[in-house]
C-alpha cells in the first residue's frame, strides 16, 4: 500500500507563497496521475490541481495562474507551489489520485494565510 506523507504548510501573510511536498512510498507513483486536494474548515474537499504521468496539468479556476503542480518520478514525490496566497487559500492540503483518491489518505499539511 502506497504511503503519502505531505509536507511545506505554514502560516503566511497574504500574498506570500508556499512549496507543498508529498512523498510517496513505492514506484507505483510513476504509474499513477496525481492531484493536489484541500479542505477548509466546514466545507468538503475540493481537488485543486491534477498532473498526469506524462506531466499534463490542470487547475480549478480557484488556483488558476497561482497554483503550480509538478511532480519528480526519481524521486517519488509531488510538489505543490503557491504563489499570491489568500486568505481563502487556508486549508489542510493532501496529495492522492484524481477523482477522490484511491491511496490511503496521508496525515495533510496545514496552510493557514493570514495577516
Known amino acids: 500500500q502506497v504511503q503519502l506523507v505531505e509536507s511545506g504548510g505554514g502560516l503566511v501573510q497574504p500574498g506570500g507563497s508556499l512549496r507543498l511536498s508529498c512523498a510517496a512510498s513505492g514506484s507505483i507513483f510513476s504509474l499513477n496521475a496525481m492531484a493536489w486536494y484541500r479542505q477548509a474548515p466546514g466545507k468538503q474537499r475540493e481537488m485543486v490541481a491534477t498532473i498526469t504521468t506524462g506531466g499534463s496539468t490542470n487547475y480549478a479556476d480557484s488556483v488558476k495562474g497561482r497554483f503550480t503542480i509538478s511532480r519528480d518520478n526519481a524521486k517519488n514525490t509531488l510538489y505543490l507551489q503557491m504563489n499570491n496566497l489568500k486568505t481563502e487559500d487556508t486549508a489542510v492540503y493532501s496529495c492522492?489520485?484524481?477523482?477522490?483518491?484511491?491511496?490511503?489518505w496521508g496525515q495533510g499539511a496545514q496552510v493557514t494565510v493570514s495577516s
Open positions: 492522492n489520485t484524481p477523482g477522490g483518491g484511491y491511496f490511503r
